[in-house]
């Protein structure tokens, strides 16, 4: 079955750091992927999402693509703010259907 | 774009007991899911709730444990019945809009603990 894989946290990064989470996936098709985000206290929001290989999403200073080579779909950000403390999902779904299937979530705490 | 909410946002309740969780959207929306979300885990797809027809469970998941209920386009509820300690989670609702496969908007959550 469908399945994704991505780094354990928590990871704790200085303002104005790099950030990049891992991510793979394993799938039968050709899943769409996403990035979503859960900010302390409220639920699951979409960051980015990308439908086909070498596609690139962005939102917000993230970016992630598409690596149909490597069943990647890292998140990446060049320069991290305090707000951006949160836990990131990784998550695909098979073409065609609305179930989601999700990573574990990774935990990322910016300090000042 | 969906606006979610959920009640209640948390609550304690007794071993053996119920709780009915209710999630109300914005707008109306054919496809609703339910989640658990275990301490340190990921995100678990429960069932999902279509308006009007029967909710289709995951693996693991019965409608025993777990009935739900779509009576309209706008809003579901969720029953934990005969709540365990293992049953402590938080709970949320999610929807899809038809055209964007796999994009879903989240409710806040319910953050059950059953004692």
């Known amino acids: 079955g469908d399945s994704v894989t991505q780094m354990e946290g928590p990871v704790t990064l200085s303002e104005e750091a790099c950030l990049t989470i891992?991510?793979?996936?394993?799938?039968?098709?050709?899943?769409?992927l996403f990035w979503y985000v859960q900010y302390p206290g409220e639920g699951l929001q979409l960051l980015l999402k990308?439908?086909?290989?070498?596609d690139k999403g962005s939102n917000k200073g993230f970016e992630a693509t598409y690596r149909k080579e490597t069943t990647s779909f890292h998140l990446e950000k060049g320069s991290v703010q305090v707000s951006d403390s949160a836990v990131y999902f990784c998550?695909?779904?098979?073409?065609?259907?609305?179930?989601?299937?999700f990573g574990i979530g990774t935990k990322l705490q910016v300090i000042p | 774009s969906a606006v979610i909410s959920q009640k209640p946002s948390r609550d304690i309740c007794q071993r053996g007991t119920s709780l009915t969780i209710q999630c109300q959207v914005d707008?109306?929306?054919?496809?609703m899911f339910w989640y658990r979300q275990q301490p340190g885990q990921s995100l678990t797809l429960i069932a999902t709730?279509?308006?009007?027809?029967?909710?289709?469970?995951e693996s693991g998941f019965v409608i025993d444990k777990f009935p739900i209920s779509r009576p309209n386009l706008t809003f579901s509820t969720l029953t934990v019945s005969n709540m365990s300690p293992e049953d402590s989670s938080i709970y949320l609702c999610?929807?899809?809009?038809?055209?964007?496969?796999?994009?879903?908007?989240f409710g806040p959550g319910t953050r059950l603990t059953v004692t």
């Open positions: 999610s929807v899809a809009l038809s055209r964007s496969p796999g994009e879903q908007y």
């Open positions: 891992n991510c793979t996936y394993t799938a039968t098709g050709y899943p769409s």
């Open positions: 990308a439908t086909k290989a070498d």
């Open positions: 998550a695909l779904s098979d073409q065609g259907y609305q179930k989601v299937t």
């Open positions: 707008s109306q929306v054919t496809m």
């Open positions: 709730a279509n308006q009007g027809s029967e909710a289709t469970y």
